[in-house]
């Protein structure tokens, strides 16, 4: 979905505006990161409770989601939450989500604090250490889900656990959702929330994952808000054969037919399709870093495109991507393969149509041999509007925190679960105040971390911005 015309002239009004001083002192843009921060009650706290989930297995393997929606749900309720107020529910027994609520004046629609409990998995052979203990090192959070989401989660607990024991009165209700099933795309969390629990978790706003800030070479950069994000399918790619002994090889086989498929698909790049928000970025992004590319590639200039997409990073945010995540084949080791399949990810730039892309691939792998499914997918979510109210609470928390450090409406290139949450009529934005080098993304990956301080700027940052979207005292 593309970005209206209004939105992209208030975006960019915003972004020109990000200069202006504040009292607070911090960083400038494209300056030095600050120097590690003296941790204060709140935000240890805060560091506890993200242990605490670190330590608890949520994987859809072998974990338990629901045991982590409990353990944060005992907390809230040690804080004075009502039993009333504080629900863990589910489709399953083990992919629980906790939904709790803060009781505000009802001047306004909920605003809805959205994280997810459950994990990809993560094998200790495969790291320097165990990922479901946590550890401190180098100023570094380690563990599985440090940087997605749990880290998210902790900070939600810990300034719903301090607006309660403060007294805190918002204009609205604020509501937290704690959801499973978020990284195997399965119906446990706020699908089934939405379908069976929508007057618990109906708000006009909500805060989720999938933006932060930005570090490149040691300087704060820019402070990211996701508003939309690309289409996730998937297809699959089959070569079929009739097989035989292996002693008598022949030249149609099948693995050979789909690694050469397979060959031709990592060779090809979708066009270059710029939409208002990645236009936007870019060119915001191009006064920070003075780099022409990106002024060039927001303007068109399809060689400046390429050289800025030998960055993953912004490969992702000019092109539909598909990548070969899986592989599978044959039956025996004496014996020829009678199949062997293959899965494609694609991530489809908003307004792209994917029955488009389906048609591109089929010319790709160009091998009618090598049957090509689409696997089923949602339909596009409209982006979340940057409203006034909205814009000017992000920026002033972000000038507030981070002087000068201008604050980005981005397109996300992965999935969150905003997508379900846009469609069911909920603006929601992607945003944590949490800043990570641009070049160590870690989410998903060995030895995933998170920077100490930037847990803690995280966690006062969306303290700020929820109340100042909440209101009240």
């Not at 605003?111 to 994990?119: E, K, N």
């Not at 945010?317 to 293959?342: F, I, K, M, W």
């Not at 998903?444 to 847990?455: N, Q, T």
Request: glycine residues 8%.
């Amino acid at each position: 979905m593309r970005l209206t015309t209004p939105l992209l002239s208030l975006a960019l009004l915003v972004l020109a505006s990000c200069a202006g001083s504040t009292t607070h002192a911090a960083p400038r843009a494209g300056s030095s990161a600050p120097a590690a921060r003296v941790p204060n009650a709140h935000d240890r706290y805060a560091r506890d409770v993200l242990k605490e989930l670190i330590e608890l297995n949520t994987t859809e393997s072998a974990g338990d989601t629901t045991r982590a929606a409990q353990a944060m749900a005992n907390r809230l309720l040690a804080a004075g939450f009502p039993a009333g107020d504080v629900q863990v529910l589910g489709a399953e027994a083990r992919h629980g989500n906790l939904v709790a609520r803060l009781r505000g004046r009802g001047t306004k629609r909920p605003l809805l604090l959205l994280a997810h409990l459950d994990v990809v998995e993560a094998n200790k052979e495969d790291w320097s250490f165990d990922p479901f203990v946590f550890r401190e090192q180098d100023g570094y959070f380690y563990g599985r889900g440090v940087s997605d989401d749990k880290d998210m989660a902790a900070i939600f607990v810990a300034n719903m656990v301090r607006m309660k024991s403060e007294g805190f009165v918002p204009d609205r209700d604020i509501i937290l959702a704690l959801t499973a099933g978020e990284e195997s795309g399965s119906f446990n969390g706020v699908r089934f929330l939405l379908e069976h629990h929508r007057d618990r978790i109906d708000a006009e706003l909500a805060l989720n994952e999938g933006g932060g800030g930005e570090i490149k070479g040691g300087k704060y950069l820019a402070n990211e808000v996701t508003t939309s994000e690309k289409l996730y399918t998937s297809f699959e790619l089959e070569a079929k054969n009739k097989g035989g002994h292996s002693s008598l090889p022949t030249r149609d086989n099948a693995i050979y037919r789909l690694s050469e498929a397979l060959v031709r698909v990592s060779k090809f790049a979708f066009p270059v399709e710029l939409n208002d928000t990645t236009r936007a970025y870019f060119e915001r992004l191009a006064t920070i870093e003075r780099n022409p590319d990106m002024t060039a590639a927001a303007r068109g200039d399809t060689a400046a495109a390429a050289r800025l997409s030998e960055s993953s990073y912004f490969n992702a945010a000019l092109h539909t991507t598909c990548v070969a995540t899986l592989l599978a084949g044959g039956h025996a080791e004496n014996a020829l393969p009678q199949s062997a399949r293959a899965t494609i990810n694609c991530r489809i730039l908003p307004g792209v149509d994917p029955a488009r892309i389906e048609e591109t691939l089929r010319t790709v792998v160009a091998d009618p041999q090598v049957e090509l499914r689409r696997s089923p997918h949602g339909p596009p979510a409209p982006p979340s509007p940057l409203t006034p109210e909205v814009v000017q609470a992000i920026e002033s928390v972000t000038q507030a925190m981070w002087t000068g450090v201008p604050m980005l409406p981005t397109m996300l290139g992965g999935a969150t679960d905003c997508q379900h949450l846009r469609r069911a009529g909920t603006a929601c934005y992607g945003l944590s105040g949490e800043f990570a080098d641009i070049e160590d993304v870690r989410a998903h990956g060995k030895d995933e971390r998170l920077l100490v301080r930037s847990f803690y700027e995280g966690r006062e940052f969306l303290d700020r911005l929820t109340r100042k979207l909440a209101g009240g005292r």
